[in-house]
């Protein structure tokens, strides 16, 4: 990735939807190679999501579940992760070091909506114990803009700035 | 708490073609839904407005951006200094969220930091903060990413016209 590359980059955290001619506009490059650039960033996997941010609150979400998970004795929660990376309103999965092997993130309609969907991951192999616990307050700016604008470039050292 | 906004299959389909690639023009949704192109531009406006889409971004591969480790924190408080310590967090530019919750502890946090070592220094300005009790930190191995396929939105209304 050059310099071009990462204002093509820097834009598009602002407004994923800009139109290519304005971005081409702006750092003063053709259009045509504003696209060019900026398919290859997706498919080299640089890019690796272009997403709308939702208020998840207006769409029906009254929370978001915090949920750490222990795994039996000796065992991995590798496929419980895979299950839980296809399971829905699970938004973020991960693995992890510490008290917990696991930590997922799950979004919820009401109390009923996140019992079940917790019983639904109880039974994923290995998984001993969760801890749960949740926030019914402001959720909704969750997936919103602002929390991905900390996404800054730091100049690869390599690099020589301009 | 922000009410549901009403939304009808066609929304739900903008919602989702959206979700998935957040430059999905206008015109291919409109032949999926089987209405007209400027109809769609509309609908997305109107959900603008609403406060259901907050704004479009692009995720970047977290090598690219040079975030090495994400983690999650909870945090037990006073319970008089609890937002005054998340106002204090949100700040920061390593805190992707920062909410009160329910259950053993009182404040969840996700931060993303460049270096192992950057834990600590997390640890302890979280620790120095006024009213702060216990802090657990569980290191995550994979991406804070989360996975907008794994959305259900389910519309509240049916389609009255195009």
Same mark, same amino acid.
């Given at each position: ?51 709308? !941010? ?21 065992? !991995? ?83 020589? !700035?301009? | ?19 998935? &690639? ?83 502890? &009182? ?56």
């Amino acid at each position: 990735m050059d310099r071009t590359d990462w204002k093509i980059v820097k834009e598009l955290m602002e407004d994923a939807r800009k139109p290519f001619t304005k971005i081409a506009k702006k750092i003063g490059i053709s259009t045509q190679s504003v696209i060019k650039r900026y398919n290859k960033l997706k498919d080299d996997g640089t890019i690796q999501l272009c997403s709308i !941010s939702l208020d998840l609150e207006k769409i029906g979400y009254k929370g978001i579940a915090y949920l750490l998970m222990k795994s039996s004795h000796g065992s !991995s929660l590798d496929e419980a992760i895979v299950h839980l990376r296809k399971t829905k309103n699970i938004i973020i999965t991960t693995r992890a070091i510490g008290d917990f092997e696991g930590y997922a993130i799950l979004i919820f309609k009401d109390l009923t909506d996140l019992y079940d969907k917790v019983s639904q991951i109880k039974k994923f192999p290995n998984i001993e114990r969760i801890e749960l616990s949740f926030s019914t307050k402001g959720t909704s700016n969750f997936l919103s803009q602002r929390k991905f604008k900390i996404y800054e470039y730091k100049q690869n050292p390599s690099e020589k !700035s301009v | 708490m922000a009410p549901q906004v009403k939304i009808d299959e066609i929304d739900v389909k903008i919602l989702n073609a959206l979700l998935k &690639d957040a430059r999905t023009n206008f015109r291919a949704i409109a032949k999926d839904c089987g209405v007209s192109t400027p109809a769609i531009a509309k609908r997305f406006y109107k959900l603008k407005r609403t406060g259901v889409i907050t704004g479009a971004t692009i995720r970047l591969n977290r090598k690219d951006m040079g975030y090495r480790c994400s983690l999650s924190i909870d945090v037990t408080a006073e319970p008089t200094e609890e937002i005054n310590i998340i106002n204090a967090l949100t700040k920061l530019p390593n805190i992707i969220y920062c909410n009160q919750q329910l259950g053993n502890y &009182d404040i969840h946090i996700a931060a993303r930091v460049r270096t192992f070592e950057k834990i600590d220094d997390i640890r302890t300005i979280v620790k120095k903060l006024k009213g702060v009790k216990e802090v657990r930190i569980t290191a995550n191995l994979d991406e804070y990413d989360f996975f907008p396929e794994n959305i259900v939105i389910q519309p509240t209304e049916t389609t009255k016209n195009g």
